[in-house]
């Protein structure tokens, strides 16, 4: 085996690249610890070109040994990154032995070459290359302080439980030096790096920075780094009630949103409710937002009751979740129909009513009926609020709402208020409950508004002269209902069969009927005269 491993190294040296890089997949494969043949594969890099630097590297990072630090060192200067990345995992998997390399090559490294020293000592996990990462919090280089806490951000998942506990112990002491309390910013930067090593022992030290005492921008780090940090039980509910008292800080961006973004993700009992009813009344609208979305989460008659208040809140944002909350509870239906029920102003009475458009097929009979009733009667006084009514009903059942509207309509037209009775029996248009008798009804009210006018081009945008051509046209019979419609005056009848008199078919059939009616039954009258000068006109001469 030996002199087989020999054979390979020697084609290390072959003036045949594929030789060269062949032996080099071998003993990636075999993995000897010999570290004459780490010797070997360093010296290969001096004069490789870019492949046969790949399959050196695969087989030194194969191999682990410590001795290839310093063969692969200069690579980290490589123009290309895939060879500057396997440089930097070699020299990260050899720990501790390289720090001192690492070392001094910070002293003359450039920002970029910084960057990637920074990288290979977050991926060691050991007290010293971390030691040496903490020191360069103090570059004057912000972005590079930056990089330094991505970088233990990026490699902290591969450390084991015990390697975070020292390092964590670590960054503590170090935050106790006298020249680290002076300098705010690397307290900024230790607090992150706390977070990220996601200590559960960190939360005391975090809570310290955390508080009303800190600057802001240190709060706001202190609070961002308690988030990497995982919260159960009795801890939970301790920091929720820390952070609770920092949701009416002056310092929003600083302070409040961070802590809402922490007390969103943990896990609280139900007694916390009474936090969030409080926070309703807190002076960031976000935080009343996120206390509302918090009591809208539970389905109870209490969170109901409560939900239903929470709709006339000045803020509407507030309003408008208490709103979707309702319309989603199952529960809330008995609740929103009380309130219908009991709503006289028209605008909330719509916002209860669309509301409640989910909650329709839970809706029983006998609650339909009493509603139909209560519709009816606030549209025969005239409410505001009958039309939101409606619109529930609708949802419900349209023909229940359709029926409302036509009993209302005819007895407008009764009362002779033929407006409302235009109104309510206009609303059946478009719906199946649209009729013959329903369009017959609507043209005798809107015939009762007419101003008879006789000039062609009035006449013709008439929509009582209309809806009787509708009816002629699907032949309905209209003589007859006209003459025995006892709301009707002789100027009514005069004005239709005037119109009808000049048309053609079925219309001058109706024009004609009406006008002999007229000059029979009113025969001393002025319209009787004048249905009688008509019919002469429109009769034939023999």
């Known amino acids: 085996m030996e002199r087989t491993i020999e054979r390979i190294c020697a084609l290390l040296q072959s003036p045949d690249g594929?030789?060269?890089?062949?032996?080099?997949?071998?003993l990636t494969e075999l993995k000897p610890k010999d570290p004459a043949i780490v010797q070997h594969l360093g010296e290969t890099l001096k004069d490789a070109n870019q492949l046969l630097t790949r399959y050196v590297l695969e087989a030194l990072e194969a191999i682990g040994s410590p001795a290839a630090v310093s063969y692969?060192?200069?690579?980290?200067?490589?123009?290309?990154?895939?060879?500057?990345l396997r440089a930097a995992a070699i020299i990260a998997r050899a720990g501790g032995d390289s720090v001192a390399e690492l070392q001094q090559r910070f002293a003359n490294a450039t920002p970029q070459q910084k960057q990637v020293l920074l990288d290979i000592l977050a991926r060691i996990h050991r007290p010293k290359a971390f030691g040496l990462l903490l020191e360069q919090l103090f570059d004057s280089d912000f972005e590079l302080v930056k990089e330094a806490c991505q970088a233990v951000r990026r490699h902290i998942g591969d450390a084991t439980p015990a390697e975070r506990a020292a390092l964590h112990k670590l960054v503590v002491k170090f935050m106790k030096s006298a020249r680290v309390k002076k300098n705010d910013r690397v307290i900024t930067s230790c607090l992150l790096l706390l977070g990220h090593l996601g200590r559960p022992e960190a939360r005391p030290v975090l809570l310290q920075f955390a508080g009303p005492r800190a600057l802001p921008y240190?709060?706001?780090?202190?609070?961002q780094a308690l988030r990497g940090l995982e919260h159960t039980g009795a801890a939970a509910a301790a920091l929720a009630r820390q952070l609770v008292q920092y949701l009416d800080d002056e310092e929003f961006a600083n302070v409040v949103q961070p802590s809402l973004d922490i007390i969103e993700k943990l896990p609280l009992p139900a007694a916390f409710d009474m936090q969030w009813r409080r926070?309703?009344?807190?002076?960031?609208?976000?935080?009343?937002?996120?206390a509302a979305r918090r009591l809208a989460a539970t389905d109870s008659p209490a969170a109901n009751e409560l939900l239903l208040t929470l709709l006339a809140h000045d803020d509407p944002q507030v309003s408008d979740i208490a709103a979707g909350a309702l319309a989603r509870h199952k529960g809330a239906a008995p609740l929103l129909l009380d309130a219908l029920a009991r709503e006289r102003r028209?605008?909330?009475?719509?916002?209860?009513a669309k509301i409640l458009k989910p909650h329709s097929e839970t809706v029983d009979p006998k609650t339909v009926k009493k509603f139909a009733a209560l519709a009816k009667r606030e549209l025969a006084k005239g409410e505001p609020r009958a039309?939101?009514?409606?619109?529930?009903?609708?949802?419900?059942?349209p023909a229940?709402?359709?029926?409302?509207?036509?009993?209302?309509?005819?007895?407008f037209k009764k009362a002779g208020q033929w407006a409302k009775a235009v109104e309510c029996l206009r609303k059946l248009t478009g719906s199946e409950a649209f009729d013959h008798e329903a369009r017959y009804e609507l043209s005798v009210c809107n015939l009762k508004q007419s101003p008879h006018d006789l000039a062609l081009h009035l006449r013709a945008e008439d929509h009582a002269l209309r809806g009787f051509q509708?009816?002629?046209?699907?032949?309905?019979?209209?003589?007859?209902?006209?003459?025995?419609?006892?709301?009707?005056?002789?100027?009514?009848?005069?004005?239709?069969?005037?119109?009808?008199?000049?048309?053609t078919g079925p219309g001058a059939a109706l024009g004609r009927q009406l006008l002999e009616h007229l000059a029979q039954r009113w025969a001393k009258t002025k319209v009787g005269k004048d249905a009688k000068q008509k019919l002469k006109l429109i009769t034939p001469t023999p």
């Open 387 to 397: 039309e939101a009514l409606l619109y529930f009903l609708r949802n419900i059942n």
């Open 18 to 26: 594929m030789r060269r890089c062949a032996a080099a997949m071998v």
């Open 470 to 503: 509708a009816l002629l046209d699907k032949g309905f019979k209209l003589a007859d209902r006209l003459i025995q419609e006892k709301c009707l005056t002789p100027e009514d009848l005069y004005y239709v069969a005037f119109h009808f008199a000049e048309a």
């Open 400 to 411: 229940v709402a359709d029926n409302v509207w036509r009993e209302a309509g005819l007895e």
């Open 218 to 223: 240190i709060r706001r780090s202190a609070l």
């Open 72 to 84: 692969v060192l200069p690579l980290l200067d490589a123009p290309d990154m895939e060879t500057k």
């Open 279 to 290: 926070l309703l009344k807190g002076k960031h609208a976000a935080v009343r937002a996120w």
């Open 346 to 352: 028209a605008d909330p009475a719509w916002r209860l």
